[in-house]
């Protein structure tokens, strides 16, 4: 990690010089697959404030932001803008809980492959379904969003896991991805559909063939011989544990069978080398036990920080930003519209340069800037309430800084897990802590959805209806 300016060791040469050390051994076409899959395929991860944003990876999470940054579009006024991210986010989250355990039988060719058509399919059903207000049916254009979010949370847990067989940098670049997906997908939708006039059918129609770009950057641009040769490792050394089957072994049960040492290769390790073993481990109920003790443990320095961050950064952005309206003469919008997606691509701006960040810097405890952003829900709401903040450029400086603080705790809780977490326990650990992601945006989604209706009717009540003239 670089030193921090004005710290005895800075001074510009140094900085130069860890620049370079650094990144001499970045592998170009590693750092450009991580950063596309970022983009194109992950789940959760950042609140959405432009219509309901976030993103993950940049090709994993571009068409999560995208549809969340198209809520207003696709539900209308009159319905919280939290449905379209519940419709997005539970299902994946279902995905983050439950997959680690037995993701491991596909392959990871399969996995992008099946990741890829979801999205599209997802994507063209949202599309080509008409507008509710054409007589269209939101219910048919939510099944939509369920097909893109089962394959941005297993886009999400299977690139996290892929990060351990290409070091930290892929890390560095997935999270770099996942801003960028955010920022991208906020900016061009609002800029296709607000500055450029497209219309909403068309801007998604486009976005159904992104998913184009994950099996190019799987098959194509990332380099296969780490996976391919991944030494086996033990899954249990946090434990103390020499090899997988004594790891596996029931201390009270000394006849269980013992695991076969061409079966000791981590949990993964079907995925890495391209083939599924037919033949189930007898104590495949074993790991099966010995992974939910793996995620406990995972819960206090991992899991709470990244929670609590992505309910308040959701609540922010579902509940409290669609309220967060000026009189449009005291703004330089000409729509009340148009505050929804500004928020969102700004919010977008700190995530990607937080996320882009673990290269150069990195924070050890995420429970500050947890706690810092449950400071901004605090204060956002307040205002929502009181009318205090003077005018909306000190909300954009807070929109800002939320997006910096979401940024910092997600990429760095991942880079910390590389870090702190023996090599055997990495891969299920990076994938099962991303379920902390979606199941804080799923928490969020239903209090925004709650916080919404009551912000708005009191400002309603205290005549301040630019809410309802969105």
Same mark, same amino acid.
């Given at each position: 990690?670089?030193?921090?300016?004005?710290? #005895?060791?800075?001074?510009?040469?140094?900085?130069?010089?860890?620049? &370079?050390?650094?990144?001499?051994?970045?592998?170009?076409?590693?750092?450009?697959?991580?950063?596309?899959?970022?983009?194109?395929?992950?789940?959760?991860?950042?609140?959405?404030?432009?219509?309901?944003?976030?993103?993950?990876?940049?090709?994993?999470?571009?068409?999560?932001?995208?549809?969340?940054?198209?809520?207003?579009?696709?539900?209308?006024?009159?319905?919280?803008?939290?449905?379209?991210?519940?419709?997005? !986010?539970?299902?994946?989250? =279902?995905?983050?809980?439950?997959?680690?355990?037995?993701?491991?039988? +596909?392959?990871? #060719?399969?996995?992008?492959?099946?990741?890829?058509?979801?999205?599209?399919?997802?994507?063209?059903?949202?599309?080509?379904?008409?507008?509710?207000?054409?007589?269209?049916?939101? *219910?048919?254009?939510?099944?939509?969003?369920?097909?893109?979010? =089962?394959?941005?949370?297993?886009?999400?847990?299977?690139?996290?896991? =892929?990060?351990?067989?290409?070091?930290?940098?892929?890390?560095?670049?997935?999270?770099?991805?996942?801003?960028?997906?955010?920022? @991208?997908?906020?900016?061009?939708?609002?800029?296709?559909?607000?500055?450029?006039?497209?219309?909403?059918?068309? *801007?998604?129609?486009?976005?159904?063939?992104?998913?184009?770009?994950?099996?190019?950057?799987?098959?194509?641009?990332?380099? &296969?011989? #780490?996976?391919?040769?991944?030494?086996?490792?033990?899954?249990?050394?946090?434990?103390?544990?020499?090899?997988?089957?004594?790891?596996?072994?029931?201390?009270?049960?000394?006849?269980?069978?013992?695991? *076969?040492?061409?079966?000791?290769?981590?949990?993964?390790?079907?995925?890495?080398?391209?083939?599924?073993?037919?033949?189930?481990?007898?104590?495949?109920?074993?790991?099966?036990?010995?992974?939910?003790?793996?995620?406990?443990?995972?819960? !206090?320095?991992?899991?709470?920080?990244?929670?609590?961050?992505?309910?308040?950064?959701?609540? @922010?952005?579902?509940?409290?930003?669609?309220?967060?309206?000026?009189?449009?003469?005291?703004?330089?919008?000409?729509?009340?519209?148009?505050?929804?997606?500004?928020?969102?691509?700004?919010?977008?701006?700190?995530?990607? @340069?937080?996320?882009?960040?673990?290269?150069?810097?990195?924070?050890?405890?995420?429970?500050? #800037?947890?706690?810092?952003?449950?400071?901004?829900?605090?204060?956002?709401?307040?205002?929502?309430?009181?009318?205090?903040?003077?005018?909306?450029? !000190? +909300?954009?400086?807070?929109?800002?800084?939320?997006?910096?603080?979401?940024?910092?705790?997600?990429?760095?809780?991942?880079?910390?897990?590389?870090?702190?977490?023996?090599?055997?326990?990495?891969?299920?650990?990076?994938?099962?802590? *991303? !379920?902390?992601?979606?199941?804080?945006?799923?928490?969020?989604?239903?209090?925004?959805?709650?916080?919404?209706?009551?912000?708005?009717?009191?400002?309603?009540?205290?005549?301040?209806?630019?809410?309802?003239?969105?």
């Amino acid at each position: 990690m670089l030193p921090l300016p004005g710290a #005895p060791s800075s001074s510009w040469a140094m900085y130069k010089s860890r620049i &370079r050390t650094t990144f001499h051994s970045a592998d170009p076409r590693v750092c450009a697959a991580f950063w596309l899959f970022g983009m194109c395929g992950s789940s959760g991860c950042n609140a959405d404030i432009s219509k309901a944003n976030s993103a993950r990876g940049l090709i994993n999470n571009v068409l999560y932001v995208i549809i969340l940054s198209s809520a207003l579009d696709l539900v209308g006024t009159n319905i919280p803008k939290g449905v379209v991210l519940l419709a997005d !986010v539970i299902p994946s989250f =279902l995905v983050k809980l439950c997959a680690p355990y037995f993701i491991n039988a +596909v392959p990871y #060719p399969i996995r992008v492959i099946l990741f890829a058509t979801l999205s599209s399919c997802g994507m063209l059903l949202i599309a080509l379904t008409p507008a509710y207000t054409d007589g269209g049916s939101i *219910s048919t254009k939510m099944a939509g969003v369920v097909l893109a979010s =089962l394959s941005s949370g297993g886009g999400e847990l299977s690139f996290l896991g =892929l990060t351990h067989f290409y070091g930290p940098l892929s890390l560095a670049a997935w999270g770099s991805g996942t801003g960028g997906a955010g920022l @991208i997908g906020a900016g061009a939708y609002a800029l296709a559909t607000t500055v450029m006039g497209l219309s909403v059918k068309g *801007s998604l129609l486009a976005s159904s063939l992104l998913p184009i770009l994950m099996l190019i950057s799987f098959f194509i641009v990332l380099p &296969r011989g #780490p996976l391919r040769g991944s030494p086996r490792i033990d899954s249990k050394v946090a434990n103390g544990a020499h090899t997988l089957s004594e790891a596996l072994t029931d201390p009270e049960d000394p006849q269980e069978e013992q695991v *076969s040492e061409g079966e000791d290769e981590g949990l993964l390790n079907s995925s890495s080398t391209y083939h599924n073993n037919s033949t189930r481990s007898p104590s495949s109920w074993k790991l099966f036990k010995t992974n939910l003790r793996r995620s406990r443990s995972l819960f !206090v320095p991992f899991m709470l920080p990244l929670l609590l961050v992505y309910i308040a950064e959701y609540t @922010i952005n579902q509940g409290v930003a669609p309220t967060l309206l000026f009189p449009l003469n005291t703004t330089p919008f000409a729509h009340y519209r148009a505050f929804y997606p500004t928020y969102n691509a700004i919010y977008q701006t700190g995530v990607f @340069i937080s996320r882009s960040s673990t290269p150069f810097f990195r924070i050890h405890n995420l429970y500050l #800037p947890s706690l810092l952003q449950i400071a901004n829900l605090l204060l956002l709401t307040l205002h929502a309430l009181f009318d205090f903040l003077p005018n909306v450029y !000190v +909300v954009f400086a807070v929109v800002f800084w939320e997006g910096l603080l979401g940024g910092l705790v997600y990429v760095n809780t991942f880079a910390e897990i590389l870090e702190r977490v023996p090599p055997g326990d990495r891969e299920f650990s990076l994938g099962a802590t *991303s !379920v902390s992601d979606s199941g804080g945006i799923c928490v969020a989604g239903f209090l925004g959805m709650a916080l919404e209706v009551s912000l708005c009717g009191y400002q309603v009540r205290h005549q301040r209806d630019y809410c309802k003239r969105l």
